[in-house]
């Protein structure tokens, strides 16, 4: 059986990553997201990425690292409101955009884990997000067709994984987390706790093992809070 255990990011993602790849990168925001993963890949210099996302993180923490390094060349994504270096270079015509409903952009990871390649729905139905795609009505309702999505590789973080590549997410952690280990073509997943097969509930498990091909143990996890909101005493 083949030992999916590895030291950290670098050594996981080893063999993987390459120019012009496809990528989808866990989180909501700065909630769950795969930081050491992120950092190796700005390490390695990989450019020409198709970056998955919720969003692009902030400018300097998160996948805003890897705009600032210009090794994105496309987003597919959701919201991306709070990162400056997106909007530079979004303005520019330096980085293409595919904007999503989130609802929308949740599903299409969802279809494409399930090898199903597209799935009608009203949301964006009449709007520019309809433009150019097919539409049908069903029972007298129109809808617009919007196409699975897979990737290259699928980069996630949980709370708790075994070495078999059983995962357990962590409250609103979870996220987008589960469906994306399930769309990747190679998943790594980063954990805060790494322990032996049989040792997590199976009741709670979020992603089988079968989904995941790569896992590490993190360390020093920032976990930064995107907007601090304190009550005036």
């Not at 990553?17 to 925001?29: A, P, Q, R, V, Y």
């Not at 093992?209 to 304190?230: A, C, D, L, P």
Request: glycine content about 12%; some cysteine.
């Amino acid at each position: 059986m083949r030992n999916k255990v590895y030291k950290d990011a670098s050594s996981a993602l080893a063999g993987l990553l390459k120019n012009e790849m496809s990528i989808m990168s866990g989180g909501f925001g700065l909630c769950g997201i795969p930081e050491h993963c992120i950092r190796a890949i700005e390490q390695s210099g990989t450019t020409g990425i198709t970056w998955i996302a919720n969003n692009c993180g902030v400018d300097d923490f998160g996948s805003g690292i890897l705009l600032h390094s210009r090794q994105i060349k496309k987003m597919i994504a959701s919201y991306v409101g709070e990162n400056k270096t997106f909007e530079k270079q979004f303005l520019s015509g330096e980085l293409e955009v595919e904007f999503n409903p989130q609802g929308t952009l949740a599903e299409r990871i969802r279809a494409g884990g399930a090898g199903i390649p597209a799935f009608f729905t009203k949301t964006g139905y009449g709007t520019v997000i309809a433009d150019g795609k097919e539409t049908r009505e069903f029972d007298g309702k129109h809808y617009v067709m919007e196409r699975g999505l897979r990737a290259d590789l699928a980069i996630v973080k949980a709370w708790k994984g075994d070495t078999e590549g059983n995962l357990i997410y962590r409250k609103t952690a979870r996220n987008f987390n589960p469906m994306m280990a399930q769309a990747g073509i190679v998943t790594v997943a980063e954990v805060e706790e790494l322990v032996e097969p049989g040792q997590l509930d199976a009741d709670h498990i979020h992603t089988p093992g079968i989904f995941v091909q790569r896992i590490f143990k993190g360390t020093h996890f920032e976990k930064r809070i995107e907007f601090t909101t304190t009550r005036e005493a």
